[in-house]
């Protein structure tokens, strides 16, 4: 194959591979991002169970203040029992007591109610923080890992750049302007010729043309449809082709 289509193809190899090298270095915020907002869902859980664990806390003290506020009452009542009169008065003092000490008693069991729920709650709270670490930690280790790939496609990057600058300085400029053109367009800037056809695009050869492209200057001649630079394959790729059918 002639040297200018051997450098074109090598050039074309290593812009694909630098596109492909673009697209994965700039979709690391993107996966950072995916990558925390898993983080945020844990966070979250943790938020919600201490929201649940501070409003059963003020329930319970909310609670505990009834109760002094009944145990006043009782205390009262009691004080003043030296100072009623009649048996319907001291009656009326004995149920209100014998009522305050009902309520008391409702409460305190629904306290103990309450501290088996806190204990739940807490329990929550925990498994909550140590999924939440957990999910951190598993974070921090795929966004390393992430980081050192994106290092590695960064220095093939800068590797392949100074190749590509080695191989372009080899190459007619007015070639390289041609390819880089249809390259730019259609991601390809070569095309292998097929019998007497375009490989890429199938489009037919006229004969007259086949023969000023294998008389001519190689890179000079280009698809008339789809304007890729055409070459004629290697002999040793055409045998092999021809023998394996
Ligand atoms: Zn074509």
Known sequence: MHSTIE???????????????DGEITALPRRI???????????????RSRAAFVSHQAERKQIDRQIETLRARIEKSRSHSSEVKTNQEFKALKDEIAFAEGEISKQEERLLQMM????????????????L???RKDLDSERKQLESQVEG?????HRLLEQRKDLRQQIDEMILRRFDRVFRLRGQGLAVIEGDVCGSCRVRLRPQYLQDIS???????????CSRILYFPEPDAVAADSSGK
């Open 153 to 157: 496609w960064k220095q093939e990057k």
């Open 7 to 21: 450098l074109l193809l090598q050039v074309q190899t290593l812009e694909q591979r630098l596109k492909e090298l």
């Open 133 to 135: 670490a957990n999910a």
């Open 215 to 225: 008389n001519g200057q190689a890179g000079s001649f280009i698809c008339e449809s």
């Open 33 to 47: 991002a995916a990558l925390e907002s898993r983080l945020a869902t844990h966070q979250q859980a943790l938020e």
């Open 116 to 131: 088996t729920e806190g204990e739940a709650l807490e329990a929550t709270i925990a498994e909550a923080e140590a999924a």
